[in-house]
Each structure stands twice: as structure tokens, then as C-alpha cells.
């Protein structure tokens, strides 16, 4: 029973996000789907991160085990064939069978865009959170890199959550403009895991500070309130987007197949 | 009479092309519905190329003459409230009532995208050509820097032209890999004038370069022959967009309302 560590990356418009639900379609169903139809049984996928609704993603990392016996790039081809164009598997890996894409996770990276100008952008209109008022990338940067460090992430954390631990080691947050279009403002950041809505609410409460509506200091003292209602709004979901998840050595073979 | 020289963005995704057709959606249409609620009669919107279905743009540049005198700044509010996001008003300026976008256009910059990788990527499948096996970027450069100069460009024109004249300067052809993503292959062309399907019919045939089907020469007998039958297949509308329209400076007053 081969195991695969799958890279996934989809434009997350219109799903209902990576985890299975009642109603709709979701990355976790199409991608069950098709290894199922290509191995002749159910076969389960378990992804890294469970993105919401609308949330995209570049570098998902996917678990599943074939009974097939298939070579990487013909694993990527039989997938993606079997996909729509919004969900590409963009690399397989065989790993020892005790691969846990979730639980073997060291690391993951998320990045927020923000088209900052006053017309938005056609392109970026699924892609982008619109922010027509001027934003201060400075102060939100200053205020970004206040939450790198461990920390109880409760404050920046949705009422709804169910986890253990509400501590999390945050290794870069960082805000900066993109050239050439200095519209476009990105909050980059990695971490240990994240909370239910973590780094959107995050997002909602640095633009708080972008905006002149609070001084660079409210975020550590919304950090240190332990209070979700101390925080700034949840950012809309279509400006975020899974980028890559980091995983130990030991897990994983050298050598990935390339993009 | 205030005249307006509007710069209009748009994703061309699922629309017929600029021009008004019998049927389908067309952004022409959509700005001539929006000038013409906005002015309370019918408003002709005058756009200085005429890109096909599905082809996109940043800088299209459009003229209309409104009966209502606004600012500028309100001009671009009161369409984009009137438009689809896919479609954008990026900036308006007023211009002398004699400005006419097409015959006053000194030059156009398209760009062409080209996805060079095994696996196509989700969020560039509306907006760059996938083209799975490698590309020599370095050949392609050099066969697009072959048609830089005055030529006839009947051998790159569709059938169906109706144009006087098949003879364009092209001040700029060349071919790159963009950074971060090397996998993204740009095409930039800036010419006095552009032949209907000219730029996609030269990418096609400079692909066939790229591909080491054709060596770079090939380009210039294609571009001599004046035969349409020699040069490449025609690359399809998804990866191309108007990215500006140069107009002299007397055409246009200083200042333009900023982006």
C-alpha cells in the first residue's frame, strides 16, 4: 500500500472549502473522488490545513495511500485528469506509510493579500481583500512583527474553536507592499499551526492600525487580553491563501518532484 | 459636452471582446449602458482597441462625451457602481472634445503569459496559455526581437482583415521568464498598431522556436513570405491583455487621476 504526500493548490472561489461538508463541493471531496476513481476504492484524503470557504491555497500537502502501485508522475497525471482546472496536484512524493500530513506538520505558511487603491482590481477581485483607504504598511509591519514569539493566540482565535492548547510559536509576521503594483500589500506568516480564523482576524486588526484607527501598540495589548472581542474584524476569506506546509526531514524522502 | 478619456480594466473571462455583438455580453456594451444610466441618454463609448473574446486588459483606453459635467474622480465612482467587478474604471480624465482613442493612439503594449511547467497552475488557467513542455526562452527572445522595425505583417494577420495597410512598426518584441515564478513565460510587444490576431499569431509561431521546432531564422522567413500559411497557429485569446495605449501629449492634459 504505496502512501503519497500530495502538493494541492486551488482557487478556493466557490468551494466550500477544504473539508468535506453536507452540502456543496469541497477540495477534500473532489480529490477523494478522484483517487478513489483511480484506485477502485474509497480512499480517503487528509490534508495539512482545513482552508474555509474561499480560502486558496498554493501548497497544500495531502495524505493518501493507493492500493495501486503507480510512479509519482503518473500519480500527478491519473489526479489531475480526473480534476477541474481550479485543482491541481502539482507534486507527489511516495513516504513511509506512517505519513500523517497533518500531525507531521512542523510548519506553515500563510499569505494575505490586500489590494490597496481606490478602484479595485478586476484580477484580484477573488484574490484580494479591497481596502480603498490609504494603508500605512510601516506601522501595520511594526505591528505584524509584535506577534512573532509564542503566544496564547485566544484574542485572534473564532468563538467556535475546539482545540487543546491555544499557545502557538509564530516564527514571521511581516507586512509589506508588492512591486511593481505597490497596490497590492501582502501579510506574510508562518507558524507552528494556527487557530480557527487566526491570521484573517489578525489581518482585521493590523488594518485597524494601517488605517490610523489604533497606534501600533493595541496589538500587543489585544494579544495580551486573551480576548476575542478586543480584536479587529475577520478579514474576508478570498484574500487568503495556504502557501506551503514545512515538514522534518525525517518524514520525507529528498527529493520531490518538481514542479 | 465634457469629453472623458476613461482607462478601463477588465477580465475578459466569458465575454464576447470589447465590441458590441448580436449576442453575448460585450465590455463595450456594459460601458455604454453604465455611461448611458449615469447620463440619462445614450452615451457612444469609443475604445482604442478591440480586443477578442476573452482577451483581457489593464490599460484600455475608452472616450465618451457626457451631457453632465462631473469631476473626474465622480466619473469613475458613478461607472464602477454601475459595472461588474470584473470590469473596472481605473481612471478618468477630461480631454479636448476632438480626442478620438483609436486614430489619436500613438502606440499599444500587449503582454502575453505563457505557463511553462508540467502542471498548470489554478489561479493563471483564465489568464496565461499552459504550455507543458519546456520552453528555450533565450531562442524565443531572439526570434521575437527579429520583427522589432517597420515590416508588412500579413504573414501574422488573420484572414479577415479589412485593413488598409498590413504594415506596422513594432518598437518592442521580446521574451522573458518572470521572477518569482520561473514557470511564467512573458511575451511584451509595443507596436504603432496591431493586425487582428497579430500578437497571438506571432506567439504561436514564436512558441514553435521556443519548442526547438523551428530554428529562431525561421521567424524572419515566416515574417518575409508575407504568407499567412507559414507562420504558427494562432495562440489562444486567454493569455493576452492590453496592458496601455500612448497617446502624444497634446492630446492629453498633464495630470491623470491616479490609480
Known sequence: VPTYKLTVAYD???????QRQAS?????????????????RPVP??????????????????????????????????????LPPAVRVVSAVA??????????ARAKTYQYRIWNAPVADPFERAYAWHVPEPLDVVVMDSAARLLEGEHDFTAFCAAETD????????MRSSVRRQAPQLALVTYDVSGSGFLRHM????????????LGRQPVEWLAEV?????????????P?????????QYGEDSLPPAETSL
Chains 1, 2 share one sequence.
Do not use: K, M
Open 95 to 104: 513516504v513511509a506509510s506512517t505519513f500523517h500530513a497533518r500531525f507531521d
Open 45 to 82: 484524503a487528509l490534508g495539512a490545513g482545513r482552508t474555509d470557504a474561499g480560502v486558496h491555497a498554493r501548497g497544500q500537502v495531502v495524505g493518501a495511500s493507493l492500493d495501486r502501485d503507480l510512479a509519482a508522475d503518473a500519480v500527478v497525471r491519473a489526479l489531475n485528469v480526473r
Open 237 to 245: 476569506p478570498h484574500g487568503l491563501c495556504l502557501i506551503a506546509v
Open 12 to 18: 478556493g472561489t466557490g468551494y466550500v472549502g477544504w
Open 24 to 40: 456543496g463541493t469541497s477540495i477534500q471531496g473532489l480529490l477523494e473522488d478522484a483517487l478513489s476513481d483511480l484506485d477502485g
Open 223 to 235: 494579544l495580551a487580553s486573551e480576548d476575542r472581542r478586543r480584536a479587529g474584524r475577520t478579514a
Open 163 to 170: 482545540t487543546l492548547s491555544t499557545r502557538r510559536v509564530v
Open 199 to 210: 491570521v484573517r482576524t489578525i489581518v482585521g486588526t493590523i488594518v485597524e492600525v494601517g
